[in-house]
């Protein structure tokens, strides 16, 4: 009989080694997929900075016409969109620019006011009429999306000339 019992705490110590190698396993497995998940998120914003700018020279709010220029500068960069964005007065509007031709509702081109917008070519700015506006925007600010990844904010304009 006591050789039994001794069998039995083996037993059972194998079983809780075992079960505390698979979830070894298991948590090591779920950390890898979220490492790297978020480092693919990383990799695809990594080196964006300064690649998508909003050129101050050029954009302005017209208060007479409620509108606003807007200058979007793009370096050697191919981002899928890009976001801008006008808040004012606790309000938001998001356009999104593509590298292809749309027609976007309150957006059109610079200076001849013709619709289908696009994003600029590499290493060139493009300046975009926003119409529809209420008021002076407090902020403005670009956020690429490379693949399928959202890219953070990268460029913000907090003050704003008059076109007048």
């Known amino acids: 009989m006591e050789n039994k019992k001794a069998l039995s705490g083996v037993v059972t110590a194998v079983i809780l080694i075992a079960i505390t190698l698979a979830a070894g396993v298991i948590v090591a ?5 979220f490492v790297t998940k978020q480092l693919n998120k990383t ?3 990594y080196n964006i900075i300064e690649k998508v700018l909003i050129n ?7 208060e007479t016409g409620d ?3 807007v200058s979007i500068t793009l370096g050697q960069i191919s981002p899928t969109k890009v976001l801008v964005s006008l808040t004012y007065e606790n309000e938001s509007m998001v356009y999104s620019l593509y590298p292809e031709i749309k027609d976007i509702p309150g957006m059109t ?3 001849n006011n013709s619709t ?4 600029p070519a590499n290493e060139s ?13 407090d902020k403005i600010q670009v956020a690429p999306m490379m693949g399928d ?16």
């Open 29 to 33: 497995t779920m950390t890898n997929v």
């Open 43 to 45: 990799a695809s914003c």
């Open 56 to 62: 101050s020279e050029f954009t302005c709010y017209n």
């Open 67 to 69: 509108y606003a220029q």
């Open 109 to 111: 081109n610079y200076p």
């Open 116 to 119: 289908g917008v696009k994003l």
């Open 125 to 137: 700015g493009q300046t975009y009429i926003i119409s529809g506006l209420t008021s002076k925007p």
């Open 149 to 164: 990844t959202q890219c953070e904010v990268i460029d913000t304009l907090s003050s704003m000339d008059s076109c007048n």
